[in-house]
């Protein structure tokens, strides 16, 4: 980042680099998007869209390498199939650790928020979100984090973690999430911003997790 760059901003303007780790395909919506954040006089905004670094943690380490190297004071890292609102920028005036919007995702038990906690047995989402909070956390994934440079100065990279067989235990966003709640970092998510977040998916399987979300909610109003 040289000073040419930068000289028609404030000294104090957030300097947020985005970076969309993709393998040739990112969403229209999510494209639109860099042309709003570029013009936004109260950030400079520079986007980056590496291709075919494969795998994901792998991508996401030369984006934070490529980051330490420069003058940003945040990274903004968004997947290829995520679509945040505009003013997720915005996020950068918080100056937190690492804050998210709600980004959900489809598990087996259902489609759920990325705003899990620790516990015993692995992870749970913290509860229903109520509008326009935000709420601390020990994981939001990493489809779309705002995260400071002091963070990634600090912890450890990105890593899927395997088994003694090799099957995957964690990806990169839980592991790494971990590490960042070890280095006594905080993670928020900010309910007050939704992303759009796209998936292919078999419309009858889709069916089936409603149906059992449906009698495990039956099972537990029968319990109270």
Same mark, same amino acid.
């Given at each position: ?43 400079? @905004?520079?986007?980056?869209? +590496?291709?075919?670094?494969? +795998? ?27 679509? +945040?609102? @505009?003013? @997720? ?22 489609? %759920? ?42 912890? +450890? ?26 280095? =006594? ?6 309910? =007050?911003? %939704? ?30």
């Amino acid at each position: 980042m040289n000073l040419k760059e930068v000289k028609a901003y404030a000294l104090d303007t957030p300097k947020i680099l985005v970076a969309v780790p993709n393998l040739g395909n990112i969403r229209s919506k999510l494209s639109a998007r860099f042309l709003e954040w570029v013009s936004n006089p109260d950030y400079y @905004v520079r986007i980056w869209t +590496p291709e075919d670094l494969i +795998p994901l943690d792998y991508a996401r380490n030369v984006i934070r390498k490529y980051f330490l190297e420069e003058q940003f004071d945040f990274l903004l890292t968004i997947d290829a199939d995520v679509v +945040p609102p @505009v003013n @997720v920028i915005t996020l950068a005036d918080l100056k937190l650790d690492v804050v998210a919007p709600v980004c959900y995702i489809l598990k087996e038990e259902g489609i %759920i928020p990325m705003a899990l906690k620790r516990v015993d047995k692995g992870w749970q989402v913290v509860g229903d979100l109520e509008a326009d909070k935000i709420y601390p956390v020990n994981c939001a994934g990493a489809g779309c984090l705002m995260i400071s440079r002091k963070v990634l100065e600090k912890v +450890p990279l990105f890593r899927f973690i395997y088994d003694e067989d090799g099957m995957l235990l964690y990806d990169e966003g839980f592991s790494w999430s971990d590490e960042v709640n070890k280095a =006594g970092f905080n993670m928020f998510v900010h309910s =007050g911003m %939704i992303c759009d977040h796209y998936k292919t998916v078999n419309l009858t399987d889709l069916v089936a997790l409603q149906n059992r979300q449906r009698t495990q909610e039956k099972n537990q109003d029968k319990e109270n």
